[in-house]
């Protein structure tokens, strides 16, 4: 039994190989040579048959859990997740956990994570690692495909690198050109300031924000790095009107925003599952939608971006997706849509949750480029991520969410 | 609740259908609301009554309105006739009293445990996995309509004015659609067909042991034992007690 870690960058085959792993000889009888595939698509990997997580337990099982007395390695993992809390308002980062109890609760004899563990905060990516699938590698074969190698690389036994498959697409150098082209473009955003903010949800009584003040100025990229479950999805819903602050205002510029009830748009927000955001029949007609709706309101932002639906396409690569269905198409092709969304939308201020998530190394340098492009052009970006690929990003600023705030961690005003 | 007791309920429940007196249906009412009550499902009765209270006046009157002579201007008459135990919606009324109770034992059903339980209450394996399907079809839909609301105002595409809203409709409910079927399909290819949770679950499923809370199940058994009483010699008891008074 072993820890293998699948290197390689995207279109390589890797998640198909990963489903071979896992699936190869899984018998339709229940626990013997049985193998789980977790998906990047985290609520595919959900049962369906419930809405809590007591309920998604208990159909793996682990209901009794907490009464048990002596918790083990497994039970640790989801030993803080509230029963009666529902799925569908869990954090990004315990859904994974919640997801890779009950995957083990199953006693698979083969586990493979695809990008699963990119959903994690660094902090508990490696308690996971170290605590959990090290140990269990001992008795069950996992394999794993993630990006970010350089903290697991060292606890895996073996290595399998795959390499581009003859006629993949190639995404990096067009959105490296695309970026080049848009830092000619100069757009004019407001600022953004939140002033004595405060929010808590109804349901659970939960203070996420305490009087929080910060200004967001446009023109450089903030880092949002930030435990699972602290509040970067709720101050997203917040800029975006979906949640009322419990108290405190927006201002955009000088002027005070509602966005629970003002028809505009002050941000953009690309969600770490594109499926999510995605509608219409096609790529063309999704970014046709987006930049109707971006022109037909009135927006915060002064001097729009002129560019069209096809020299987004063009410029990101995407023109032999245009006819395809957009639900069928690989995880990193569905999260370039987005970004072109984005530029598309006349948002002014660009939300991205976890923008790297599936994407190789020379992926991420190219987003990282296309990111500096969008700061130099004057856009507002917001990034969340858990991992280092944007640390050191010229003029960024990394931000974190502590005791209810949110916090400067380091200022870096570098060119890397 | 023990799935036995779930049972009874839902069997003497029928009783509403024996008698067609507006009385029967009034004196079941208090055994409903108090099943619902001593059971704790006090927030379900209110979601229930939210649900079914303006449809029930709505239909009252509608139909005192159609029974109404304009000429005459009979309001006594129209009364009776909406009220009249083979009338329209007097049987809407009973339709909906057993619905609530069929609701109660439903609903009531511990999040997860909906296969075990159906299948202790007597059902064949295929019918309670064709309900449990629906019934995770159902949260799967609410959970991706709340997905693309979020997702239509997160672009701009959705302003928070109802005109808006009602303008996207459309939209809303074409990305709740495929959402929910692209979920749909890919749990059933991922987890229950190749990661083998299907099977799982069906191995395990006589094993699987159902919460059952003695006073839920206490309080079902007596509603039940009222409901046929009520229900079958209900009227008879009253107007002995009336005639001895």
Known sequence: MSLVLYDGPAFSGRSEALRDFAWS????????????????????????????????????????RVQAGSLNSVERLIADLPDRSRLSSLSGGELVRLIIACAI????????LDLTLEQLDHKTRMQLIQEILVPLSKNLEIHIADNNQADIGEFCDAKKI?????????????????????????????????HDLSFRYKSTDRWIFRRVNFDFQPGRPYLLKAPNGSGKSTLARILLGLHRPTTGSIQVGDR?????????????????????????????????????AGR????????????GVLDVIDGLGLGEFVEKD???????????????????????????????????????????????????????????????????????????????????AIDCITDP | MHPFARLALAVSSSALFFKHDLIHLALSLPIIFGAYLLTGKARLLLMCMKMVAPVLVISAIVWFVVYLDFRTLDFGGAWLRTFDRTSHFVEL??????????????????????????????????????????????????????????ALRAQGIMSPTWLSKCKNLGRIIAVTWTASLNVADARRETKWRHNGFYSHQTANLERAAVSTNRWETSVALVAALFFIVTNVAGLEIVENVLGSL
């Not at chain 1, 002050?266 to 029949?281: E, I, T």
């Not at chain 2, 009293?97 to 997860?112: A, K, Q």
Request: charged share 15%.
């Open chain 1, 256 to 292: 005070t925003f509602r966005p629970w009830r003002d028809g505009r748009n002050l941000v953009f927000y690309c969600f770490q599952n594109p499926s999510y955001q995605l509608l219409g029949d096609n790529l063309q007609n999704y970014l046709n939608m987006v930049a109707l």
């Open chain 1, 296 to 307: 037909g309101r009135q927006n915060w932002i002064r001097s729009p971006l002129l560019i």
């Open chain 2, 93 to 150: 009324a009973r339709t909906v009293e057993f619905t609530s109770v069929i609701f109660l034992l439903l609903r009531g059903i511990p999040d997860g445990e909906i296969l075990p339980t159906l299948r202790r209450m007597g059902a064949t394996h295929f019918l309670a996995t064709v309900f449990a399907n629906a019934e995770a079809q159902v949260s799967t839909i609410s959970d991706s309509a709340l997905q693309s609301y979020t």
């Open chain 1, 25 to 64: 000889s899984s018998s339709s009888s229940g626990a013997g040579g049985l193998g789980q595939y977790l998906s990047p698509m985290i609520e595919t990997n959900l049962s369906g048959f419930a809405n809590t997580v007591r309920g998604e337990l208990f159909c793996h099982k682990l209901a009794m």
């Open chain 1, 162 to 194: 795959f390499t581009t498959r003859p006629g993949a697409p190639e995404l990096s150098r067009p959105l490296c050109n695309f970026a080049q082209s848009l830092r000619a473009s100069k757009i004019a955003v407001s600022s953004v300031h939140l």
């Open chain 1, 326 to 408: 957009l639900f069928e198409l690989p995880l990193v092709i569905k999260k370039r849509i987005t970004l072109g969304a984005s530029i598309l939308s006349q948002s002014g201020w660009i939300f991205f949750d976890e923008p790297a998530l599936g994407l190789d190394m020379t992926g991420r340098i190219a987003l990282r480029q296309f990111f500096s492009a969008l700061c130099e052009a004057g856009f507002g970006v917001i990034i969340v991520t858990h991992g280092d690929e944007f640390d050191g990003m010229s003029n960024s600023i990394e931000i974190t969410i502590s005791e209810q705030r949110l916090a400067f």
């Open chain 1, 105 to 112: 609760a199953l006693r698979p004899q083969r586990l493979g």
